[in-house]
Each structure stands twice: as C-alpha cells, then as structure tokens.
C-alpha cells in the first residue's frame, strides 16, 4: 500500500477542481493571449520561494527538499494528508508545492502518468459532477473557455492509467485561499504562478503517485 511517509526525507532548504471532461468549448487562446493572461494572474516581482499575496501558509509556500534516494527525477508525489506536491530533481532534491485536494471521498489515490500539458486550458464538468451539483456545474455543461476564471486556470497536467484519460488534472486554480485544504472536485490544485514554473519541468511520460490521505479532512504538518 502506499504510503506518504515513505518518498521524502524532510529535511528542508529554502531556495532564495474540479475533474475535467472532454473540452467543448472552442476558442483557442493566441500566444499572445496566453502572454497577458499569464502577466494578469502573476504578481509583480513575483520570486517563487517568497512572493504570498494569497496569504497561504509559510509551510505551504514552494521550497527545495532532501528527496528519499532511489526516487526517480521528474516524477511527481502528492502529501494528501499535508497538502504536498514534490517534484523529484536530480541530484537528491524536489521542489515542494502546497496544493489543495478532493473534497470527501473524491480524491482518488494511485499511480498515473501524465500523457497531456497544456497552456489556458479548455474546461468541462463531468456528467458525475452535474449530476451531483448541478446548481454549481450545470451551467458549464457546455464547456468554460480559457481564462483566469477557468476552473483549471493557467495550466494543467492530465493524469491518465494506461491510454485512459482518468479525467484527473493536476491544475491552477482562480481559488489560492483552497490550498492546504479539501476543496476540489478530485483534482490536485495549485496556485497558478506556482504552477507555471512547475509546468515548464514536468516532461510527458512522467509519473504522478497520488498517496492517500491519513488523516481525513486534516491538514498535517510534514514529519
């Protein structure tokens, strides 16, 4: 069984939504489009490690860490029960990011490769999320065009088992204040500065183990 306790080493040293469906919408963004939505959802003199306008933990705040030996770099572990995502690096290390989980029983452990990147993504609810929300949902059947408000935000990685789209993303968010806690639809989310620097490392292929959480509902501290 999988376990959290047993990828990372913790001994730390700071460096200076939902599930989505098949697109629907259309409109692809240009690059120049991408460019000024990138420079609207990043702060000014925005530094990785330091820069918080969100009001986020500092424990959640993006850090470099000692990585377990024997891990393999460019792979992704999500903490469900701290709220981690740690990107493993050559050289012994990861990055480490606060993320926020699935709500309840919607977050779903396992191992996935990440087979799609992509830039402002298109977003579209399940059938299962509109069944179960509609009041939420229902108005997006049709699909939710790219932007800042896209419930996927700036990027997204797309988890899938074998050639299945699991519908999984690990994601940007328009909504920091949920990192660190329960609040997607199964997804693992991200504040979107943060995830446009993690996005520019992962490569296809790589693989994503999502650890289950411990404690449920609890945010743990990283021990």
Avoid at 141 to 152: S, Y
Wanted: proline share 9%; glycine share 10%.
């Amino acid at each position: 069984m999988l376990t959290r306790r047993h990828f990372i080493t913790t001994t730390a040293a700071m460096f200076s939504a939902p599930l989505a469906g098949p697109a629907l919408a259309s409109t692809w963004p240009t690059d120049a489009q991408k460019a000024a939505w990138d420079a609207e959802v990043t702060p000014p003199n925005f530094d990785l490690a330091t820069t918080n306008p969100w009001g986020l933990h500092p424990r959640l705040m993006p850090q470099r860490v000692e990585a377990r030996p024997g891990l393999v770099p460019g792979d992704i572990h999500v903490d469900a029960t701290a709220r981690y995502l740690y990107h493993i690096e050559t050289g012994g290390t990861a990055m480490r990011y606060g993320v926020a989980i699935g709500r309840g029983g919607l977050y779903e452990p396992g191992t996935y490769t990440i087979r799609r990147k992509v830039e402002w993504p298109h977003w579209t609810p399940t059938q299962n999320m509109i069944e179960r929300e509609p009041e939420v949902y229902a108005q997006y059947e049709g699909g939710m065009e790219p932007g800042p408000q896209n419930a996927l935000g700036s990027r997204a990685l797309y988890l899938y088992v074998g050639d299945r789209d699991t519908y999984l993303r690990i994601h940007g968010t328009p909504y920091p204040r949920s990192i660190g806690t329960r609040a997607s639809s199964g997804c693992v989310r991200m504040v979107m500065p943060q995830i446009n620097a993690l996005y520019e490392q992962v490569e296809l292929g790589v693989t994503a183990v999502l650890y289950p959480a411990e404690n449920d509902g609890t945010m743990a501290v990283n021990s």
